[in-house]
């Protein structure tokens, strides 16, 4: 199993065709809201999963793609 990400499909021009973020709830609100305007600024849509960081790290763990990860404590994700 590889810790790296998996790579995301990319539009002709090469741009992301959506961001995926998997971000831990607490920091649901502002997420929310910098995605709606990174929306409008750019066109691309930002793709927002929110839950638990120890659940964050699993899914990373486990291969699952993503583009940005948003947690309150990087402990949670990266072990010591």
Known sequence: MSNSPKI???TQSGAAAEIQVLC???MGEIVRDLGDAYE???GIKVRAEFS???LVRDRI???EPFDVVITVSAGAI???
């Open 8 to 10: 995301r499909r990319r």
């Open 24 to 26: 831990a709830g607490a």
């Open 40 to 42: 409008r600024t750019t």
């Open 52 to 54: 638990r960081s120890p």
């Open 61 to 63: 763990r486990a291969g």
């Open 78 to 80: 990266i072990p010591h």
